[in-house]
């Protein structure tokens, strides 16, 4: 009866195959794409250690090593000064056997490039060796086989620009010749060079090694550990392959082995959400189902049949579409998979993996898609084996009254799904409590759905027509609209409280956030003998339209170190928790404040310059710190004898600011200045005047590395959402969408097919075409709303109560009184869009795209 009532009604069944295929195949998709990004120690042993039989690592002072199989898991080590260095022949010695191996060395160095100079990875070994095949593979030219040649990645090739037959110059002089593309086989997105042995002439720690290493035969784990021994860290082809049992590892890396209960509490939530979701969607297909199949059922039960075997014949349905939707999704999340994967390379610096299908997952993932419809089947089936029979073979309606111990039900769910938000907010850790919470809470949403739509159905009486019909269709047939409004209700809540906490936490980042400069100025600090003159040359190539402001202070080298600092009896500090790119007391020359370091009001500018003039300081405080007087103190500090320490007392005023807009404590005048035996010098220059795009940035990075190593400009933008926020908010917005979209479409079209004889009568008594069309998307709208409406009062529960524990730190009260004890930030537009729009939206599309007329239908005697 299942199979045939699928194949008669395909419409229906594709609705139904679509609403358990889709999850399906997005979690398969999923689970094959990290599989795949999640490159096992034996998928990539060719790339990390070529055709050699293991990598050997030994630093100097290693005294023992204790590892698992792949040391980047789990290794430790003991260490102490030692004489003897190990050698090659230590290897030897431990394996027993005399190997052969390749060293490889790395090392960083800046390289000129057209713009000025840039960072590259440099690696010097010898590609042409078959111990090597595999680490690198050519993509265009040859690997570098004599001292003077260079294989070059793209990434440095594009930076340069750099191509074959060019010469590329390290920082220093020495030049090679680019005779190669290569790519590392494990890693892309960084400039990498590689050159034979001493290509580079890279400067390496007498002691430590990195060998590729020829043992003639397996490195098993006896031999491994025989390494460890001696100190020496190891990659083994043969362990790697094979790793040892849990019984061999060491105890000390037991952290290293265990499950992680956090991470199981997730994702065992994450299941359950996504299987009462599942649930909720697939939920209004078996009712209208088992509403298509009533009549059967009754002559069934006419005939003797009990109310177990009626159930079975809804589950049967279950299984039948439940079955087909799970390998339909199974197949289709494959080759989705397959497609993506270019697309994720894309944003990893990490070469994936073989595609790789994670068997055991995807029969899990397919047994996922039928337990969940097996469970949407079963309050269908459960409400078809308690029709009335008499009632449903005279042609009339035959749900039962409803119960009122649901909403009780539901309102003690809901007012416990609320308590443990509270809890969870009120103590530590209490993310998993509000995350159980949450669930609780939808649960008795669910249940008191039914009393929700019976209240609109009594007061719709003074609406249009065709809301009318929807909304009291909606409360006669409450089996078929409960899942469709919990599905979408669910959808919404679990958007709004993610929303709730990403935009809560996203404020907290804002409101702490301290500028080290004024917002769009920008600072660049030249290091120890760099020609200030070229990096005002610099800035004024590519910045032209900027001031650029000399910012004098107390004389900082690598060797000698100044700190000034205000002291004023009983407040200190003067200004609690500053920090920022210049100095703690720059130097006035013109009796004047620099604009970049606070706002002053005239007043207090005028009173400023008149102390700088008398040979004073101007101290900037958050403590309220009154006074005509400061005392400055200079600590300079060297690396070879003792502090010294300077102190003088000056004529002072006092500046009440705040640590966020202060870029500095204060500004003393070139005399006291002197009188600490201090002699000002440029320490950093301030760009303003102007906007700095994030390419002139980028160009003036590159010219000033050209310059000195260590030189560099920073642009103050204030504070920016991470990626992480913002695609966190689109992926939120993105899978509301989708599901509401989908639930309300599916459940709506369902809706029509049940409606049929109601719509046809409407049309028998004078209703036109343009009335079904507004029905239909009266339907999408009842749905959508209620939903969303309903989604959003849940949400807010554990939306807020997660604010509390992700958001509440102590740190922020002790940086800024004034803060907040916890952040609190509604995500509007998104919680707009649920609501308002993509109701608005699915009706529409739903009116667009609905059937305005039905076929006619005659009766035959």
């Known amino acids: ?153 793209r990434e440095l090739a594009d930076r340069g620009p750099f191509a074959v037959g060019d010469e590329l110059e390290l920082r220093g002089g020495t030049t090679l010749a680019v005779v190669g593309i290569v790519e590392n086989a494990a890693i892309r997105g960084s400039a990498v060079a590689v050159a034979p042995a001493g290509g580079f002439d890279l400067p390496t720690r007498d002691g430590d090694h990195v060998w590729l290493v020829d043992a003639g035969g397996a490195v098993t784990w006896d031999d491994v550990l025989a390494l460890n021994e001696i100190g020496a860290t190891v990659w083994s082809r043969a362990v790697l392959a094979d790793p040892p049992p849990a019984s061999e590892i060491s105890p000390d890396l037991s952290y290293a082995t265990g499950a992680d209960d956090a991470w199981l509490a997730v994702v065992v939530l994450v299941v359950v959400m996504a299987l009462l979701e599942v649930v909720l969607l697939a939920g209004p297909a078996f009712a209208v189902i088992a509403r298509r199949l009533q009549r059967s059922l009754a002559l069934m039960a006419a005939n003797g049949a009990t109310p177990p075997q009626a159930r079975k014949v809804v589950l049967a349905s279950a299984v039948v579409l439940g079955g087909a939707g799970a390998v339909v999704g199974v197949g289709l999340g494959l080759v989705v998979a397959w497609v993506a994967m270019p697309v994720v390379q894309r944003f990893s610096d990490n070469y994936l993996g073989p595609y790789d299908v994670p068997w055991l997952h995807v029969l899990g993932i397919a047994g996922f898609g039928l337990l969940s419809a097996l469970l949407a089947a079963v309050v269908p089936a459960w409400l078809a084996s308690r029709q009335d029979v008499v009632a449903v073979l005279a042609g009339r309606r035959g749900d039962r009254k409803p119960s009122l111990r649901s909403p009780l039900l539901g309102v003690l769910l809901f007012g416990a799904g609320a308590a443990l938000a509270a809890y969870g907010a009120a103590r530590e850790g209490g993310e998993y409590v509000i995350a159980v919470s949450a669930i609780v809470a939808v649960l008795g949403m669910i249940l008191l759905i039914p009393v929700v739509v019976v209240v609109l159905a009594r007061l719709a009486r003074r609406l249009p027509l065709p809301l009318r019909f929807a909304v009291r269709d909606a409360a006669r047939h409450r089996t078929r609209t409960v899942p469709a409004v919990a599905a979408v209700a669910a959808t919404v809540a679990g958007v709004v409280a993610l929303g709730i906490g990403n935009a809560s936490d996203a404020e907290e980042s804002r409101a702490t956030y301290t500028p080290l400069l004024a917002l769009g100025q920008a600072s660049v600090n030249p290091p120890e003998g760099v020609d200030v ?114 102190r003088t007392t000056v004529p002072a005023v006092f500046v009440e600011t705040t640590q966020m807009e202060a870029r500095a404590q204060g500004v003393m005048s070139h005399e006291a200045a002197v009188a600490l035996d201090l002699t000002p010098v440029v320490e950093g220059l301030v760009v303003g005047g102007a906007e700095i795009t994030e ?167």
Do not use: C
């Not at 700190?563 to 210049?582: I, K, Q």
């Not at 309300?744 to 069309?773: E, K, N, Q």
């Not at 800024?816 to 649920?834: E, Q």
């Open 1 to 153: 009866m299942a199979r045939r009532e699928a194949w008669r009604a395909k419409g229906r069944s594709i609705l139904v195959l679509t609403m358990i295929a889709l999850p399906v195949l997005a979690v398969t998709a999923a689970d094959v794409v990290i599989a795949t990004s999640d490159v096992k120690a034996a998928e990539a042993v060719e790339r990390r250690i070529g055709g050699a039989d293991a990598l050997v690592t030994v630093e100097r002072g290693v005294t023992g090593v204790v590892q698992l199989p792949d040391p980047d898991e789990a290794s430790g080590w003991n260490s102490r000064r030692r004489a003897d260095l190990l050698t090659l022949d230590d290897v030897s010695d431990a394996l027993g056997r005399d190997v052969e191996a390749v060293e490889v060395v790395r090392g960083g160095r800046q390289v000129t490039t057209e713009a000025g100079a840039t960072y590259a990875e440099l690696v010097e070994t010898d590609l042409t060796s078959p111990l090597t095949e595999g680490t690198f593979w050519v993509a265009d030219g040859r690997v570098p086989a004599a001292v003077g040649e260079v294989g070059i990645n």
């Open 695 to 861: 390419s002139q940035e980028e160009d003036v990075n590159e010219a000033l590395l050209a310059l000195d190593a260590e030189a560099s400009m920073y642009v103050e933008r204030g504070y920016q959402n991470d990626d992480e926020t913002v695609i966190i908010q689109l992926v939120l917005g993105a899978l509301g969408a989708v599901l509401m979209l989908g639930g309300t479409l599916t459940a709506t079209f369902l809706s029509l097919s049940d409606a049929r004889p109601d719509l046809a009568t409407l049309s028998a008594v004078g209703a036109s075409p343009r009335t079904r069309r507004a029905v239909a998307a009266s339907y999408a709208l009842v749905i959508a709303l209620v939903g969303a409406v309903l989604g959003v009062g849940v949400g807010f529960i554990p939306g807020i109560a997660v604010t509390y524990p992700l958001t509440g730190a102590s740190w922020v009260q002790d940086m800024d009184p004034s803060l907040p004890s916890h952040f609190l930030a509604v995500p509007w537009l998104l919680i707009g869009s649920l609501v308002v729009a993509l109701p608005l939206v699915t009706a529409l599309l739903v009116g667009l795209f609905t059937r305005s007329r039905l076929p006619m239908v005659a009766r035959i005697d």
């Open 533 to 646: 003159a070229a990096v005002e040359e610099v800035l004024d190539r590519y910045v032209p339209d900027t001031t650029v402001t000399p910012v004098w202070g107390p004389p900082n080298t690598m060797r000698r170190y100044t700190w000034v600092d205000a002291r004023v009896p009983g407040t200190e500090p003067v200004l609690s928790g500053w920090s920022g790119m210049l100095s703690g007391f720059p130097v006035s020359q013109d009796a004047t404040v620099p604009a970049y370091l606070t706002t002053l009001t005239d007043d207090e500018q005028a009173a400023a310059e008149q102390v700088l003039a008398d040979g004073g300081a101007v101290v900037f405080t958050d403590q309220g710190v009154q006074g005509d007087e400061v005392t400055l103190v200079a600590r300079v500090d060297g690396r070879r004898g003792p502090s010294t320490v300077t």
